[in-house]
Antibody, heavy 123, light 109 residues
Framework: EVQLVESGGGLVQPGRSLRLSCAAS????????MHWVRQAPGKGLEWVSG????????GYADSVKGRFTISRDNAKNSLYLQMNSLRAEDTALYYC????????????????WGQGTLVTVSS | SYELTQPPSVSVSPGQTARITCSGD??????AYWYQQKPGQAPVLVIY???ERPSGIPERFSGSSSGTTVTLTISGVQAEDEADYYC????????????FGGGTKLTVL
């Protein structure tokens, strides 16, 4: 059974940093691209970032480019999101999502999702 | 930036057919995907590559594509289908590889 378990969320002041983690199990982690998708309270889904199986291809939404960094450790079956210079508009539930292919890019979609970790940016 | 447009809400009675549309200029060239999200739960993929249904998704869920519009059809709607539905695709240039529609709230009357 595929499982994705996010952690690392919490309350953080504007301008500070936070690192999210996603522990994956139930599939061969290094065979698939992975993504972060967020959902602000009461709002829709927003893709944040994606990374290919070998970290060779990475992409970000314009709203987080230059502030967030995605990474993965295939030996630990883990995905990460380093979030710097956080803003109030980054407040959201952050989902870890498994891509359906090895590569990240146009045509990516998500066949499994975690339950999310909540990030609240507020003073 | 590229946008996918969905109606904010759709309402149907149990047993009827619900149709949720998603419009975008690149849809003739890019596949569309559909997710169901119930309150307090993570999204679930219900349609991929315009019309393919993942294993475990009931046959009453189907997808179709025509020009710049894709449609999620739920035949014989059940109360348990009440949820938010999101389409997802990409633009044709590769600038926006993953884009979600704004979501449609399906209400079963």
């Amino acid at each position: 059974e595929v499982q994705l378990v996010e952690s690392g969320g919490g309350l953080v002041q504007p301008g500070r940093s936070l690192r999210l983690s996603c522990a994956a199990s139930g599939f061969t982690f290094d065979d698939y691209a992975m993504h972060w998708v967020r959902q602000a309270p009461g709002k829709g889904l927003e893709w944040v970032s994606g990374i290919s199986w070998n970290s060779g291809s990475i992409g970000y939404a314009d709203s987080v480019k230059g502030r967030f960094t995605i990474s993965r450790d295939n030996a630990k079956n883990s995905l990460y999101l380093q979030m710097n210079s956080l803003r109030a508009e980054d407040t959201a539930l952050y989902y870890c999502a498994k891509g359906e292919a090895v590569y990240y890019g146009s045509g990516s979609y998500f066949d499994y999702w975690g339950q999310g970790t909540l990030v609240t940016v507020s003073s | 930036s590229y946008e996918l447009t969905q109606p904010p809400s759709v309402s149907v009675s149990p047993g009827q057919t619900a149709r949720i549309t998603c419009s975008g200029d690149a849809l003739p060239k890019q596949y569309a995907y559909w997710y169901q999200q119930k309150p307090g739960q993570a999204p679930v993929l219900v349609i991929y590559k315009d019309s393919e249904r993942p294993s475990g998704i009931p046959e009453r869920f189907s997808g179709s594509s025509s020009g710049t519009t894709v449609t999620l059809t739920i035949s014989g709607v059940q109360a348990e289908d009440e949820a938010d539905y999101y389409c997802q695709s990409a633009d044709s240039s590769g600038t926006s590889p993953v884009v979600f529609g704004g979501g449609t709230k399906l209400t079963v009357l």
